[in-house]
């Protein structure tokens, strides 16, 4: 559109239809074109530059020009006229720009005789860019030239900045959505995602008569490496995790995060079960590969349930809750594996689900308790210490089995208050049989990994010390090797603490986790407890050289390092013989007790020959005929 300078009302007018054009406009590098090209002709310049202001460069940048150019220019604030007008936003009119002592030549990449230089503003009145007419020949721009354009550029101004609100709402509102669907940790599809997904692809299932697959996915010992090695780690792992079940799948497929560890992977078309199956053996086999998160080689592996639309169920809960359903199976076979869904399944879900719910009212209505387990020196056949074991006495189910209960502890959290519990009544029991007459013995808690990594696990210990009034050289704590890995500094830091109170540090379970001579020879631990799965195959079809090898060591790394060693699990003379044989101090095990509820155990220690005639069950190698009742 070209304008004649002696016809400026014209202009004006003109102003009219082009701030109607300018609000029309959504595209904001079209809206900008439209800007350079509209004063290119309002003013009758050879060329026009619109420069955007950078806020955090505190620059502005050339961002579009009335002809091609392709040349990248970027200027300080309050350099150069462009810069200036920036800085101040006063209009600048060179009329002989090379002798204007302001002007530096050949700053825009065009040497010109004349410009016209005007800020572009907000309705704030904020400067957001500007504005620059140039001429190459002589006559510069007038003053009418200067009203048109500082009006054109009022009208240009408030359409950027409208058209820049609008984009902004618009990548805010998208960037909202996403949020609400996806993972903010690992960017998948979260599990409000997930059901609208899943319903969409059951829906085009019944549609088209083909199979979809659900993949339920927990990872197995991800808590333990969460717990020990701190939720930084974890988070990385998760992100790596996710990468490689992306790795793993069509790219029509979905993987989502259901929370957690688990991730849930909708297979939304599957011809046949053993494409299924194939695609689950590769996701197992690529979770087994090492990761390396900062610096170090992390295991895991995974437990995979599945369930198929339509045969184990016609709802987006059903299929899920029939995927978790296996996949607890799955746990419950000895994990790293994967099982299709069967509909039995559905009862022990729905028990786990009410045993969840009945734990949290089991320590309010008291039907937590502790059973005793003795440990006895082999040597001298004294009673050195007790092993304190909850049991849960369901008003209904009557016992429920620690290893059904105790995992469901951990999972939903329970497992605090019940440890805290365990440790406060055990030390109240030891106190209450020492006050009676009964011979002290040191008396043995497990603690979880959650439970020792809170930062008040320290004043749990001695709350409970402190209440009962027992000395805490009888308390004794048994912690897994897992929960000794991680963070070293506060581990050892915590762990001497302990020592500094007084209680003795026992690893349970020893041989089974990740043995380190690092830890032991760092940690100031008291005792070593062989795991009775190495112990129970002595004397058995599955003994086996390496089994006996093993034992002997750990015997006689307790020994050199100057440590108790206990063997759990003994049922048998033969184990007992060779246990004695490789230097084992202790035992605990069925061939002396089977746990005892607080009455069963005083009577064990309190009838006269009672212990002896236990012991007496070693056989004809051990002439027992006395026991000392001291510690």
Known sequence: MIYCKDSRELGYKELVKIAM?????????????????????????????LFLLDQEQHEIYAKAWSSPDDREVRLPVGRGIAGMVAFNGELINLRDAQNDPRFSDGMVGYTAHSLLT?????????????????????????????????AFCELAGLAIERTTFAL???????????????????????????????????????RKKHQVAVLFIDLDRFKMINDSLGHTVGDALLQQVAHRLQGGVRFTDIVARQGGDEFVIVLSVVKNLQSVTRITENLLKALCEPFIVSGQELYISASI????????????????????NAMYKVKDQGKNSYQYFVHEMDESEQRRLWLMTQLHKALELGELLLYYQPQVEIENARLVGMEALIRWNHRDLGLVAPGEFIPLAEETGLIIPIGAWV?????????????????????????????????????????????SGLEPRWLELELTEGLLLGDTYSITAKLYQLKEIGVYLAIDDFGTGYSSLRYLQQLPIDTLKIDQSFVRTLGTPQETPKTKALLKTIAMLGYNLDMRVIAEGVETY???????????????????????????????????????????????????????RTA
């Open 305 to 324: 349930g599945i369930s198929l639309y339509p045969t184990h169920g016609a709802s987006v809960t059903e299929i899920l809750r029939h995927a978790d």
């Open 21 to 49: 054009q300018l609000n029309s406009e959504t595209d904001l590098n079209h809206l900008l074109q439209v800007i350079v090209q509209e004063s290119n002709a309002l003013v009758q310049a050879e060329r026009t530059v």
């Open 423 to 467: 440790i406060e009544e055990a030390c109240r029991q030891a106190k209450d049989w020492q006050n009676r007459g009964l011979p002290p013995v040191r008396v043995s808690v497990n603690v979880s990994a959650l439970q020792f990594g809170r930062e008040d696990f320290i004043e749990t210990v001695l709350h409970a010390l402190h209440k």
């Open 118 to 150: 005007v800020a572009l503003k907000t309705s704030s009145g904020a400067i957001t860019g500007v504005l620059q007419c140039l001429n190459k020949n002589s006559g510069g721009f007038e003053e009418a030239d200067e009203e048109i354009l500082t």
């Open 168 to 206: 902004e709402q618009k990548r805010l509102s998208a960037q909202l959505i996403f949020q609400a669907n996806h993972d903010a940790l690992t960017g998948l599809p979260n599990r409000l995602m997930l059901e609208e997904s899943l319903a969409k692809a059951l829906n085009d299932a019944n």
């Open 574 to 628: 033969q184990q007992l013989a060779y246990l004695e044989e490789i230097g084992c101090q202790e035992i605990q095990g069925y061939l002396i007790s089977h746990p005892l509820k607080v009455q069963e155990f005083e009577s064990f220690i309190r009838q006269p020959g009672g212990l002896v005639a236990s012991l007496k069950k070693f056989g004809p190698g051990y002439n027992i005929t006395s026991i000392q």
